[in-house]
C-alpha cells in the first residue's frame, strides 16, 4: 500500500492562471479620485484580530491635519456602531485590533464596492493576513467576505448570507474566519435580528484564543492508495468483521450521476474507518476484482455507516450489489440542512470548510466530472490520472467522518458506534 504523494498530479487539467499577487490599482482608479488613496491597515492587535469592513467611508476619507500619518478606519456610521459594540464588550478597537477594508481607497460618495473593485483590491487583502498572521479574522458584509475568503477558498462565495455566523478554522492560513454583517446594515436596516445577531459573532469571535491549529493538519497524507485489489478486500473485509465497533465513511465515483444509462459504472471507492472521533485509516481503491466483493460484503455487515447524499450512495449500491446499505445512521447533508437551513451548506466540500477548515480538495477534478445530462458519461474514466481520483475519492470518506462527528457534537447526538 502506498501512500498518497503529490496533489492531483497527473491529470491533465487545464488550470486557470493563478490570481495576480500585485494590487491592480490602474484598472479601479479609485485612488485617482479619493482624497486618501490606499489607506493602509491600522490598530495595534495586540488580540490578534483583524477586523475587515467593505471599504472607507466619506468619514475615513479625509486628509489628516498637518499631514500625520494617524490611519482612519471605521469611523462612519457603521464604524461608530462597532465600536460601540466593542466597547460595551471590553475591546478597544484601535488598541486590541488591526482593522483594514476590502478596498482600501473610498469609492464615490461611499457607495458599496463592485464585485470588479474587490478583486482588483484582492493582493491587498492576501498581503495584510500573510503579514500580520491575525489568530482572528472578522469580515463584515459582502464586499469584506468576498474579499477574505479570495485568500483561502478560491471560488465564488456567493451571498453573505450562508456565511454569517460559522467560525472557520481555516487550515491554509491557521486563522479562525467569523464573517458576520456589515454594521452599516444594521444602521440602515434597524433589523433587529441582524443586530442580535452581528452582537453574538462578534463576541464570539473575540472570545477565541489562539490560532485553530497546532499544528496544521495535512489529512491528504491519512489516505493510503491501495490499487492491489486482494489487499483492499482483506482490510474491508477486517472492517466489516468488527460488527458494531466503530463506524465507516464510504464513496464511490462514478463515470455519470445515476446508475441508470446501460454505461453507468463505479470507476472507484473510498472507505474511512474509525472507533472513536477521528478515522483511524481511509483507503481509496479502484473498482476492480476481489475488492468489489469486500465492499458488498462491508456495505451488507452490521457496522455504522456515514454518508454524504446517502440516496446517490444507495442507489448506487442497488444496482452494483442488488440490496441496499445495511445500517446508514448519518447522512452529512441531511444533517446540515436540520442543524442550518440555509441554502448552499449541504455540501461535504461546504461543511468541511467551515467545520474542519479544509479549503476546496476537488477544483482539479471536478471539471472532469460534469456532465449535461444525468446518464451522460463524464470524464474520469478516460482522463483522470488514477492516484488522482484516489487522492480525491479518500479525501471525501475521510471529510465524511470527520463532518459527521463535528455534526453530532453540534446536535447534542452522541456517536453511534461509541
Given at each position: 500500500?502506498?501512500?498518497?504523494?503529490?496533489?492531483?498530479?497527473g491529470s491533465q487539467i487545464r488550470r486557470a492562471a493563478p490570481p495576480s499577487l500585485l494590487p491592480?490599482?490602474?484598472?479601479?482608479?479609485?485612488?485617482?479620485?479619493?482624497?486618501?488613496?490606499?489607506?493602509?491597515?491600522?490598530?495595534?492587535?495586540?488580540?490578534?484580530?483583524?477586523?475587515?469592513?467593505?471599504?472607507?467611508?466619506?468619514?475615513?476619507?479625509?486628509?489628516?491635519?498637518?499631514?500625520?500619518?494617524?490611519?482612519?478606519?471605521?469611523?462612519?456610521?457603521?464604524?461608530?456602531?462597532?465600536?460601540?459594540?466593542?466597547?460595551?464588550?471590553?475591546?478597544?478597537?484601535?488598541?486590541?485590533?488591526?482593522?483594514?477594508?476590502?478596498?482600501?481607497?473610498?469609492?464615490?460618495?461611499?457607495?458599496?464596492?463592485?464585485?470588479?473593485?474587490?478583486?482588483?483590491?484582492?493582493?491587498?487583502?492576501?498581503?495584510?493576513?500573510?503579514?500580520?498572521?491575525?489568530?482572528?479574522?472578522?469580515?463584515?458584509?459582502?464586499?469584506?467576505?468576498?474579499?477574505?475568503?479570495?485568500?483561502?477558498?478560491?471560488?465564488?462565495?456567493?451571498?453573505?448570507?450562508?456565511?454569517?455566523?460559522?467560525?472557520?478554522?481555516?487550515?491554509?492560513?491557521?486563522?479562525?474566519?467569523?464573517?458576520?454583517?456589515?454594521?452599516?446594515?444594521?444602521?440602515?436596516?434597524?433589523?433587529?435580528?441582524?443586530?442580535?445577531?452581528?452582537?453574538?459573532?462578534?463576541?464570539?469571535?473575540?472570545?477565541?484564543?489562539?490560532?485553530?491549529?497546532?499544528?496544521?493538519?495535512?489529512?491528504?497524507?491519512?489516505?493510503?492508495?491501495?490499487?492491489?485489489?486482494?489487499?483492499?478486500?482483506?482490510?474491508?473485509?477486517?472492517?466489516?468483521?468488527?460488527?458494531?465497533?466503530?463506524?465507516?465513511?464510504?464513496?464511490?465515483?462514478?463515470?455519470?450521476?445515476?446508475?441508470?444509462?446501460?454505461?453507468?459504472?463505479?470507476?472507484?471507492?473510498?472507505?474511512?474507518?474509525?472507533?472513536?472521533?477521528?478515522?483511524?485509516?481511509?483507503?481509496?481503491?479502484?473498482?476492480?476484482?476481489?475488492?468489489?466483493?469486500?465492499?458488498?460484503?462491508?456495505?451488507?455487515?452490521?457496522?455504522?455507516?456515514?454518508?454524504?447524499?446517502?440516496?446517490?450512495?444507495?442507489?448506487?449500491?442497488?444496482?452494483?450489489?442488488?440490496?441496499?446499505?445495511?445500517?446508514?445512521?448519518?447522512?452529512?447533508?441531511?444533517?446540515?440542512?436540520?442543524?442550518?437551513?440555509?441554502?448552499?451548506?449541504?455540501?461535504?466540500?461546504?461543511?468541511?470548510?467551515?467545520?474542519?477548515?479544509?479549503?476546496?480538495?476537488?477544483?482539479?477534478?471536478?471539471?472532469?466530472?460534469?456532465?449535461?445530462?444525468?446518464?451522460?458519461?463524464?470524464?474520469?474514466?478516460?482522463?483522470?490520472?488514477?492516484?488522482?481520483?484516489?487522492?480525491?475519492?479518500?479525501?471525501?470518506?475521510?471529510?465524511?467522518?470527520?463532518?459527521?462527528?463535528?455534526?453530532?457534537?453540534?446536535?447534542?447526538?452522541?456517536?453511534?458506534?461509541?
Amino acid at each position: 500500500m502506498a501512500k498518497a504523494r503529490g496533489f492531483f498530479a497527473g491529470s491533465q487539467i487545464r488550470r486557470a492562471a493563478p490570481p495576480s499577487l500585485l494590487p491592480q490599482c490602474g484598472a479601479c482608479g479609485l485612488y485617482k479620485i479619493c482624497r486618501t488613496p490606499k489607506i493602509p491597515v491600522g490598530g495595534e492587535g495586540e488580540r490578534r484580530v483583524l477586523f475587515v469592513g467593505s471599504h472607507p467611508t466619506p468619514d475615513d476619507d479625509v486628509p489628516q491635519q498637518g499631514g500625520g500619518d494617524v490611519v482612519r478606519h471605521f469611523t462612519g456610521p457603521g464604524g461608530r456602531l462597532l465600536r460601540t459594540r466593542m466597547k460595551g464588550m471590553g475591546f478597544n478597537l484601535d488598541r486590541d485590533a488591526w482593522m483594514t477594508n476590502a478596498l482600501i481607497c473610498a469609492p464615490p460618495k461611499g457607495r458599496d464596492p463592485t464585485s470588479a473593485e474587490v478583486q482588483h483590491c484582492a493582493p491587498n487583502m492576501r498581503e495584510a493576513v500573510e503579514t500580520l498572521s491575525p489568530d482572528i479574522i472578522i469580515p463584515m458584509g459582502k464586499a469584506a467576505v468576498a474579499s477574505v475568503l479570495g485568500v483561502v477558498w478560491k471560488e465564488d462565495p456567493g451571498k453573505v448570507e450562508k456565511w454569517v455566523g460559522w467560525r472557520i478554522p481555516a487550515q491554509n492560513i491557521n486563522a479562525w474566519i467569523c464573517p458576520t454583517w456589515d454594521p452599516a446594515t444594521i444602521v440602515q436596516d434597524g433589523d433587529p435580528v441582524i443586530d442580535r445577531q452581528f452582537d453574538d459573532h462578534v463576541r464570539t469571535a473575540i472570545s477565541l484564543e489562539g490560532k485553530p491549529w497546532d499544528p496544521v493538519p495535512d489529512w491528504r497524507n491519512d489516505v493510503t492508495l491501495v490499487t492491489d485489489p486482494d489487499k483492499a478486500a482483506a482490510w474491508l473485509r477486517k472492517c466489516a468483521e468488527n460488527g458494531r465497533q466503530g463506524a465507516v465513511a464510504f464513496d464511490y465515483e462514478c463515470n455519470m450521476l445515476k446508475p441508470d444509462g446501460p454505461d453507468a459504472k463505479i470507476v472507484s471507492c473510498s472507505v474511512a474507518y474509525g472507533r472513536g472521533r477521528v478515522p483511524t485509516r481511509c483507503i481509496a481503491y479502484p473498482w476492480h476484482g476481489e475488492a468489489i466483493k469486500a465492499t458488498g460484503e462491508l456495505l451488507r455487515s452490521p457496522i455504522p455507516k456515514i454518508a454524504a447524499n446517502m440516496k446517490f450512495e444507495d442507489r448506487w449500491t442497488r444496482m452494483a450489489f442488488g440490496h441496499r446499505v445495511r445500517n446508514l445512521v448519518w447522512d452529512t447533508c441531511i444533517a446540515a440542512h436540520v442543524a442550518d437551513n440555509r441554502v448552499g451548506i449541504t455540501s461535504v466540500k461546504f461543511q468541511a470548510f467551515v467545520r474542519c477548515g479544509v479549503p476546496p480538495w476537488n477544483q482539479h477534478i471536478e471539471p472532469f466530472l460534469k456532465t449535461k445530462g444525468d446518464v451522460r458519461v463524464n470524464r474520469i474514466l478516460r482522463e483522470i490520472d488514477i492516484k488522482d481520483l484516489l487522492t480525491y475519492n479518500g479525501l471525501d470518506s475521510l471529510l465524511e467522518y470527520r463532518v459527521a462527528v463535528e455534526q453530532m457534537d453540534e446536535m447534542g447526538v452522541a456517536l453511534p458506534w461509541e
